[in-house]
């Protein structure tokens, strides 16, 4: 028998057989507890939590939500007034389906956004926030309408671009069993894609010129990480980006060295290394004192003292 995925389903990566189309597809063995579903709307009843800040984040620390946390930073880096809370969404434990995430995204996906100053404006998808934003405190979106025109250009070029990505990593890396044919389609793509961007920064400094802005913020988290080693396990040996695309190479580095991008980078991570990881931020202060491995430090540290008490 097939295996059940948690995401909904039959876990398509254990099963060889060949599909037989029906006349009209229906969901097998339908899981109320998997997550992908073939309706959409709340789930359970839930609020969302409100912070003291203009702008209210609910996201998780994947390559679309970090695209908005690495531009709240670099709007505060800027001096802007742009700040923000930045709440936890478990996409594993399903929140993103409670009434109050869907209320802002009835679309059930993160980032969402809500901008208090504009009396609970509710902006998602990714783009559409990295644009809001942009807009709104006037920065890292080109003056010169033939730059901005290349700005979006590369902008939704990460949109349209970046599933395929997504679907490399789902096959290459997270499949239980490896198949051949969605491998080679996706790698096939993905390598199309850092090609075409190789070739682009062959000749420029950043995807609209000269300019740093929110196409480079948009796409680092995914190509920007792939090429860096940072996504899936060894994936850039498998797409052999050291020989192939080192100007990629050359643009991603020199992003990843912006201290805004630093700390964005590490903004509702649940994984990787325990100092890079920032459940929440909701203060400046987080970087320095709420980091996982300064709260286990802290824990540590508190029960120690514990100990020491009782036995004093």
């Known amino acids: 028998q097939p295996a059940m995925s948690k995401w909904g389903g039959t876990d398509v990566s254990n099963n060889d057989e060949p599909y037989v189309l029906p006349k009209v597809w229906k969901w097998e063995k339908p899981d109320p507890e998997s997550i992908n579903q073939p309706t959409s709307g709340a789930r359970f009843e839930r609020k969302l939590p409100v912070g003291k800040h203009p702008l209210q984040l609910y996201s998780l620390g994947t390559p679309n939500g970090r695209k908005i946390t690495i531009l709240l930073e670099e709007l505060l880096e800027a001096g802007k007034d742009a700040e923000y809370d930045a709440w936890l969404i478990q996409i594993g434990n399903k929140d993103q389906f409670s009434s109050g995430f869907v209320e802002v995204n009835p679309n059930s996906k993160i980032p969402a956004m809500v901008d208090k100053s504009a009396g609970d404006l509710k902006v998602f998808e990714s783009g559409s926030i990295l644009l809001y934003l942009a807009e709104k405190f006037d920065s890292f979106l080109p003056k010169d309408p033939a730059t901005r025109v290349q700005a979006m250009n590369w902008l939704f070029f990460n949109i349209g671009s970046a599933p395929y990505v997504g679907n490399f990593g789902h096959f290459y890396h997270y499949a ?137």
């Not at 609209?208 to 860096?228: K, Q, T």
């Not at 100092?275 to 970087?287: G, N, P, Q, T, V």
Request: charged share 35%; hydrophobic share 30%; aromatic share 8%.
């Open 176 to 312: 239980h069993q490896k198949q051949r044919y969605p491998i080679n389609r996706f790698t096939m793509e993905t390598k199309r894609q850092l090609d075409v961007l190789n070739k682009h920064l062959e000749k420029n400094e950043y995807l609209a010129g000269d300019e740093y802005s929110i196409a480079d913020i948009a796409n680092f988290p995914w190509h920007g990480s792939l090429v860096l080693g940072k996504s899936y396990a060894d994936s850039d040996v498998f797409l052999n980006v050291r020989e192939e695309y080192p100007h990629v190479i050359r643009w991603a580095k020199s992003i990843a060295e912006r201290p805004a991008v630093k700390r964005g980078n590490i903004v509702n991570r649940t994984s990787g290394p325990l100092e890079e990881r920032l459940r929440e931020r909701h203060d400046a202060s987080d970087f320095e004192t709420k980091t996982e491995d300064k709260l286990q430090q802290q824990s540590t540290s508190e029960e120690g003292s514990r100990k020491r008490a009782k036995t004093s």
